[in-house]
């Protein structure tokens, strides 16, 4: 069996090795069109930033250990240039001598990656317009912004980084840590656009506390060389100019699938190359792995793209298996991602898992949310960090469909834990029951996995009617609506949602007689407790009451003010 | 209906909580004999060590909260002496006043907790031996720490902790921070006897690296009067005698079950009364939960008692909900324990769920198990920390019986993500493709959990003879098996397994005809990876092989050196 593998990163470096476990007389051919195999691509901002301070520690591995350990022809500096499938051979060009040779394949496993997006602005070809995606891109931003810093802290770089997204923040974080003035500019009224707007609120927060100027809702229109010296004017969509060292892309990736498209593989409408479950392409000889593929979003059930390192990997995984080993019992067979993703922004953590409250909404979908804000560890255990988490599930069945958490330390954990859930197909009945790791410097007794699971199993038990902020974001919706904050008088004095009047949760059994008789009620306290409790009182005495999710720390996520 | 709940720290006063925010025309009397409720049992050893500075955060909430906030009648320093089932009513004396009387229920809730055990030692009672369950435990212990830590640096105060369990460790840990010099004694030949020896190895030596003398293998068989001062003599098993200001007791708790028993409610053998999914003991009007029940063990099957905070809480929450809510759906039911339980001990962690492979054997249950000892994030990322992670499985189908973890930072984190998995029945090949959160200060392309899936996968779907550990723990097993040593030269010489011979994996190929026909041949290498390979090559040459499990790590664990 000869198998040659088209790109040597993440899942083509992944495939070769599990090839060589499974075949010690499989001829395994690597090509890579740059000079590395397996960067750590995740690593590069932080390498910017000089947090990872050695470039060699970005090299996960090197050709010469895949030639040596695993007997890897590995040829990099060399470019597939053509696929001929009847014939079952690729065309192979040396980049360094120019020459070109054919290679035959029994199987040939496509894995070329994605390249950023460059949009069509005029000027995008300047020299100090860049994107980042490989060791050669990171070098050349380094030096970039070592040149600019050896200007002397009187004149700090100036660099506009297009896009918020997971590297673009990164990026802007790291920027910073060099010193460097850092603007992000996003056409999204928000950052992190595969978050919901209200979840990103607290990294808008400590971008700009760091000093990061943020450009939302704007875009870059064109860039100009800028008057003197080697930088470039960014003119906005909005109408403003931004002067800059160095532009850095991050406005995201388009499939690699040149060498697919043109060999005739399906490919979806988003250029994704086609692929079943063992990353079989729709030539049963050509597999393909990694960001360059379309797979199956398991939660929303379509098509999707998600250029992910860990995706990216078990996929290389399974496509050598399949090739190698198809009778591997139970079958080795990629399910889909659910885009689980996380990123830290300086002191805060953001992460998703299954899908967002937008993408249900674009799909049609039913779906029902609940927010809480718990520590995330026992409060009375030094240190507890808050945390926002959101819950989505199917009003049915109480079935997850996504989760979304922002704070600080544990916010990795708790998407982890519900992302395995989600993956188990459980409920958020399911989430109550969990039973997680607890002594005061890890959790609490009910983790905060357990408390949303609490939060969205009373609702669907119909035990605490919820109403979502979005209902009194520019206060209550109507006359007759009564907004009931029950927090203390200090809490409600130090800020409330406009319009509410204040009976604390405690005095509330005594004074239920102040509130009207017909109209609705809706209750919020700082979090959602004492208002559920609060919703409960009032709904045994016949009132129409219920409880604003997650309360004013959520209403603030809507409205930081 | 009127609701009497006997104990109010975790399972009681949720219990009460949830019973008021279902029913608000409910009389509900929470009856507790010490003077405070809810009070945080876990943070006990942590205000030892004043790492919990102040005495008033152990309070998780007050009788008068409870009073204001949930209108229940909390009536504390009163102590349920009897239950009278007949006339469906309990009889209460006030400790203050020593006056009784009597109250009806409607239903009642026992939630009384567990005591400490105090084993029939001779001296037991001397004032300086104490346990540690609750505020006035603490307040002693910390007196008398505080008193003997007035004597000044040089002369320190001694304190032996009989038992090596979570708290035990957590109480040790706390006294170093005091200055204390502490002895721990442990009839187990191990700390930590819920997991496996092995596992604990790294936690052994944390506790002697910071000065904690262990006695491991050993108890103590009597206590006398020091000669002079208030201390007292601890006299060995071994024989050998302890001297020390004050003893505490760590060896476990029995269940507060004499009104139980009295009662005439049924018990199971190690005295948990007896619960089914709701909580409802053998009389319909009675419901039990928390530290004094008798639970399912999920993985095990069997009955099982776990003094834990999460289940008692949930308990509580769930009794309340079939007495006041039977007609929930889905119904609210308590599933059982899988044990998952946490301790951090100095710089380390350990945490386990679900079945020890001790515990495996004593029911003589079929299992696999599989070590990884991966990083806690991505290595090019600084400050990646070693964890060693153990799981358990099923032979025939994969299901995960128990995992067990220790490490320092993600050790929580990857123990919840399993502790999910098991949870809902996944296999090893659902946590080979877990998609978790993976920023390189996060994790890494290939989680520890999807490691140790990959593994565990392998071996069952036979792509990778495995060896336990244990067969080589005293050299090779016979004279036929090659021990075979695939690391590098330098790691080898920087120590390996007695009578181990060294091919690097990197060199294998060319010099497999240095290895006898015939004989088996048992590879390892640091972590496993290396000896996976060697051991795919060597299988492929026609070799019998198989890859000793975690490498010299997990050979460090067993034999620490």
């Known amino acids: 069996m000869k198998i040659v593998i088209v790109g040597g990163v993440a899942g083509g470096a992944s495939a070769a090795a599990r090839a060589r476990r499974l075949a010690e007389d499989a001829e395994i051919v690597l090509v890579e069109r740059g000079p590395d195999v397996s960067f750590a691509n995740c690593g590069l901002p932080y390498y910017v930033g000089g947090v990872i301070a050695s470039r060699a520690k970005l090299l996960v591995t090197t050709p010469q250990r895949l030639r040596e350990r695993f007997a890897i022809d590995v040829r990099t500096r060399a470019n597939v240039e053509a696929i001929d499938r009847v014939a079952a051979r690729v065309r192979i060009r040396d980049l360094d001598s120019g020459r070109t040779s054919d290679e035959s394949y029994d199987r040939l496993i496509l894995a070329p990656g994605a390249a950023a997006l460059v949009p069509p602005i005029p000027g995008v070809d300047h020299a100090a317009v860049l994107t980042l995606r490989n060791l050669a891109d990171v070098d050349r931003i380094k030096a970039a912004v070592d040149d600019a810093a050896a200007r002397g802290p009187t004149s700090p770089p100036r660099v506009v980084v297009v896009g918020a997204g997971f590297i673009g923040l990164e990026l802007a974080e790291n920027l910073v840590h060099r010193g460097v003035e850092t603007t992000v500019v996003e056409l999204q009224d928000q950052v992190l656009p595969p978050l919901d707007r209200e979840m990103t609120t607290p990294i808008v927060a400590t971008l700009r506390a760091h000093g990061v100027s943020l450009r939302l809702g704007d875009s870059a229109a064109g860039f100009t060389p800028a008057p ?20 850095i892309l991050g406005v995201g990736v388009r499939p690699e699938n040149r060498l697919a498209v043109e060999a005739g593989l399906d490919v979806g409408p988003r250029g994704g190359i086609r692929v079943d479950d063992r990353m079989q392409t729709s030539d049963p000889l050509i597999y393909a792995v990694g960001d360059a593929v379309e797979i199956r979003d398991v939660v929303g059930g379509g098509p999707t793209q998600v250029p992910l390192a860990g995706p990216a990997n078990r996929q290389g995984r399974i496509a050598a298996t399949a090739i190698l080993r198809p009778e591997a019992l139970p079958p080795v067979r990629y399910r889909g991602t659910q885009g689980t993703a996380i990123v830290g922004v300086f002191d805060r953590v953001a992460a998703c898992t299954g899908a967002a409250e937008k993408t249900l909404r674009r799909m049609g979908r039913d779906f029902r949310k609940v927010y809480v804000h718990p520590a995330h560890h026992a409060g009375y255990y030094p240190g507890a960090e808050p945390m926002s988490l959101k819950i989505l599930f199917d009003p049915r069945d109480g ?21 395995v859930a989600t993956q188990a197909g459980m409920t958020v009945f399911d989430l109550e029951e969990l039973e997680l790791c607890y002594a005061p410097q890890f959790g609490s007794a009910k983790d905060p ?10 609702l669907l038990r119909g035990e605490h009617p919820q109403a979502d902020m979005e209902t009194v974001l520019d206060g209550a919706p109507d006359g007759q609506t009564v907004l009931l904050d029950v927090r203390t008088a200090d809490e409600f004095a130090a800020g409330h ?16 007689g102040e509130l009207p008789r017909g109209g609705r009620i809706l209750a919020y306290c700082q979090v959602g407790q004492r208002g559920y409790l609060a919703t409960r009182i009032l709904l045994q005495s016949g009132f129409d009451v219920a409880n604003l999710g997650g309360g004013y720390t959520t209403y603030r996520l809507f409205r930081p003010g």
Chains 1, 2 share one sequence.
């Not at 003197?228 to 532009?247: C, K, N, P």
């Open 399 to 419: 079935r997850i469909l996504g989760a979304q958490g922002v704070g600080g330390a544990g916010v990795d954990k708790r998407i982890d834990v519900v992302a």
């Open 449 to 458: 996995v357990n408390m949303a699971g609490f939060v969205a199993g009373g």
């Open 228 to 247: 003197h010296g080697a930088g470039v004017t960014v003119r906005l969509a909005s109408g403003g100019e931004l002067a800059a060292d160095l532009v």
């Open 497 to 512: 949602i406009p319009g509410a009047v204040n009976i604390p949760v405690d005095e509330l059994r005594g004074r239920r």
